[in-house]
């Protein structure tokens, strides 16, 4: 067929992830068939015998794939040249065989779970969705007789008498597609079930009840239906009991309640009265505890619903970062706006990270943000307590509507200044006592604090000692530092690092006992030789030098190498000299003026001894593991 009609296509929705891509092979599969072009993407014809015909039907074949390809597919098949070519592309990257595909995919259809928010068909078109897709892998495969049995498994509980009557059903009748037919026909009988019984609840308030002649319920529901033969102790009549409006009350008598329009006693014996003053003090105390009566920034509840710690007031703080940023609430749709993010000081703690947000009615402790910090957050019944390292921070007590309120404590009568002067005051101290004890680590001071009552420190004094001890640094100085001046390649070739490491003990199987290592500058490119002697540097050099240059089409400039009798002899000089290289020789005893190669020689070593100890092989194979860790 010349071309495929346009509307078969627009039917195939496009290849976007590969959750799609088996619906997607079998969709083009159909339409290629149909239209005589299958065997252009299943065979690669030569160049010889691709003719006019062949590329109408490659053109056509190319032209179904493309267009049923969504934009980020399409990117892998942009080069390719024939309809083949695009096929085998796409089949090499939608149809891998990775363990991790195969993975991902056992997991997701064992730990399925039934979808309430979806119907029945759904669901299990999603469970046929996973089995298929771990079907077209190796070493996978989801038979029928395992898929009913997931299908049975995730069936939510209305569906338990189906189950039953299922597992009695004959062997030969239990089939994937019996099962799933017999599911959508209970799932349509539920369904109507349903639908039946919503409007049988209002049916009974038409009906009319025969003994009190009210309507809305009927004789066996009625409440009065026990009433007959007793009497109302204020008209003596039967019929209605007192609580009821009776039509001759006594005018003698003033028992009608005003409360809950009963006659058996008066307002101040009321149950109702006393439970409604109750909820009136509570919820008094509620609004002037929300309106902030109490305090503005010194009380704050603890709250485990927050992420941050957040305020009202932006009084006191520090450190302040201008924010425009919404804060979710509990509440469907409703946020509230962070204006800014600072610290807080009090004098039990410090709270960092503080999100102010001005429409908040309280201020808010965050359970998650102590507890990140390290803290500890205790609650029991009348109190909840705040702990870090096993050290009592802040405490705070339950109110009588249930929240748990800390309140800090801030001394009006300190500045800033003198906040600051008492934080020295503690440095000095913690460096007194480094001093004492012979320039001691924080650690080690931090653990003799446990087993000492005599320091007078707490473990919050270390954390605000920050100050660098230069006698440390001289004392624990094994040399001077190094300061790295040099200039890195602007091109391949335009410096190499080499070095010589060896003898090693002990040899290779085939007798090496050295390696040479050469490293580019620029691109990082690493080549590594086994040497029997030293004698062979030279020879190896050659080697190397041949083969990138023709490779990189480009001259080497320098090579950078130690003061080693390899590298300082007259052969290498003199080659060096004839080929116009730089032989940059490192300063004696210097080893760091040529990093790069002592530390990819580390390096190599220490994958290699990992490589031998791993694979439990024998040590003569070191050789092979410096090749495989290059």
């Known amino acids: 067929m010349d071309k495929v009609p346009a509307e078969d296509l627009k039917q195939i929705e496009k290849l976007s992830e590969i959750e799609d891509f088996q619906v997607w092979k079998f969709q083009i599969t159909i339409i290629l068939l149909a239209n005589e072009l299958i065997d252009v993407i299943l065979e690669e014809t030569p160049e010889e015998e691709r003719n006019a015909a062949w590329k109408k039907k490659d053109a056509n074949a190319k032209k179904v794939i493309v267009i049923t390809l969504d934009k980020k597919p399409l990117l892998h098949v942009m080069g390719c040249k024939t309809a083949y070519d695009m096929w085998k592309k796409i089949i090499s990257i939608y149809e891998r065989d990775s363990e991790q595909q195969k993975c991902t995919l056992l997991q997701n259809f064992f730990s399925f779970n039934y979808e309430k928010n979806v119907d029945l068909s ?5 469970l046929r969705n996973l089995a298929t897709r771990m079907n077209t892998l190796e070493d996978t495969c989801i038979d029928d007789n395992m898929l ?18 299922w597992e009695s059903t004959i062997k030969q009748e239990r089939t994937l597609e019996n099962l799933i037919s017999r599911l959508l026909i209970e799932e349509t009988r539920n369904s109507s079930k349903n639908d039946q019984e ?9 009906k009319k009840c025969f003994k009190c002649g009210n309507t809305g319920h009927i004789s066996k529901m009625c409440k009065n239906k026990n009433i007959k033969g007793k009497k109302c102790y204020i008209c003596n009549k039967e019929g209605h009991f007192a609580s009821k409006k009776c039509t001759k009350k006594s005018k003698d008598t003033n028992l009608t309640c005003t409360i809950c329009k009963k006659d058996n ?19 008094n105390a ?13 009380c704050w509840v603890i709250d485990s619903g927050t992420t941050s710690h957040m305020t009202k007031s932006m009084e006191e703080m520090q450190i302040v970062k201008k924010l425009d940023s919404e804060v979710g609430l509990a509440k469907t749709n409703t946020s509230m706006k962070a204006k800014a993010r600072g610290n807080l000081n009090f004098q039990q703690c410090e709270l960092k990270n503080v999100l102010y947000t001005p429409d908040l009615s309280i201020n808010l402790l965050s359970v998650n943000a102590i507890t990140n910090n390290g803290g500890t957050v205790i609650f029991n019944k009348t109190e909840v307590l705040v702990e870090y390292n096993g050290e009592l921070i802040f405490k705070g007590e339950k109110s009588k509507i249930g929240l748990y309120e800390v309140r800090f404590k801030e001394d009006q009568d300190k500045d800033s200044g003198e906040v600051s002067n008492l934080i020295e005051d503690k440095n000095k101290v913690v ?5 004492k004890l012979g320039h001691a680590s924080i650690e080690s001071m931090k653990k003799l604090l446990k087993l000492s009552n005599g320091m007078n420190l707490k473990h919050t004094d270390f954390t605000q000692f920050d100050k660098i001890c230069e006698v440390c640094l001289k004392a624990r100085q094994t040399r001077q530092p190094f300061k790295e001046v040099r200039r890195r390649a602007q091109r391949p070739l335009e410096i190499i690092h080499t070095d010589l490491c060896g003898p090693i003990n002990p040899k290779t199987w085939d007798g090496k006992e050295y390696f040479l290592t050469f490293l580019d500058d620029y691109t990082h490119l690493t080549i590594v030789y086994l040497l029997k002697s030293k004698n062979e540097v030279f020879e190896i050099m050659k080697e190397y030098v041949e083969k990138v240059e023709n490779y990189w089409n480009m001259k080497i400039a320098k090579i950078r190498c130690d003061n080693g009798r390899e590298y300082a002899n007259l052969n290498i000089k003199n080659w060096c000299k004839k080929k116009g290289i730089e032989l940059d020789f490192t300063i004696p005893y210097s080893p760091q003026l040529n990093g790069k190669a002592e530390r990819l020689n580390r390096t190599l070593m220490e994958r290699a001894r990992a490589l031998i ?3 439990k092989m024998k040590k003569e194979m070191w050789g092979e593991a410096i090749y495989s860790s290059t």
């Open 122 to 126: 759904t669901n299990i078109a999603r």
């Open 148 to 165: 009913s049995s997931k299908i049975l498994a995730i069936l939510p509980d209305e569906y338990k008498h189906f189950t039953s009557a």
């Open 198 to 206: 919503t409007p049988v609840a209002f049916k009974t308030t038409e």
């Open 265 to 283: 006693h008066v307002d101040k014996d009321c149950y109702f009265r006393n439970k409604d003053v109750k909820k009136q003090e509570n919820r």
């Open 286 to 298: 509620a609004v002037s505890f929300l309106t902030g009566e109490v305090s503005k920034l010194l």
């Open 431 to 435: 460096e007194e006592w480094h001093k």
């Open 613 to 615: 100890f791993d694979s």
